[in-house]
């Protein structure tokens, strides 16, 4: 069974950094590629990252030269790192993985973003 856990959000103020990370379990970790979204209220779910099994990389424009997505696959894990966070980018971050024509989802980490 395929299970994502995301963990290491919080509250910041404007211009400072956190670090996500997602556990993944129940799936050979490197050779899939893995994904980060979020979900501000009332909008919706918009892809923000993703890490290839190669750790080739590509990011949303809304967040590329600020976020860095990376994986350490001895501990099948994937992180985000966030830095120079705005109030836009306040949302629910989730870990996915597509998986053998499924999509995984984490249960998701709240991100606020003070000015």
């Known amino acids: 069974q395929v299970q994502l856990v995301e963990s290491g959000g919080g509250l910041v103020q404007a211009g400072g950094s956190l670090r996500l990370s997602c556990a993944a379990s129940?799936?050979?970790?490197?050779?899939?590629?893995m994904n980060w979204y979020r979900q501000a209220p009332g909008k919706e779910r918009e892809w923000v990252a993703r890490?290839?099994?190669?750790?080739?990389?590509n990011y949303a424009d809304s967040v590329k030269g600020r976020f860095t997505i990376s994986r350490d696959s001895a501990k099948n894990m994937v992180y985000l790192q966030m830095n120079s966070l705005k109030p836009e980018d306040t949302a629910v971050y989730y870990c996915?993985?597509?998986?053998?024509?499924?999509?995984?989802w984490g249960q998701g980490t709240q991100v606020t973003v003070s000015s």
């Open positions: 996915n993985v597509p998986y053998r024509g499924t999509d995984y």
């Open positions: 129940g799936i050979t970790f490197s050779l899939y590629a």
């Open positions: 890490i290839f099994r190669g750790s080739n990389t």
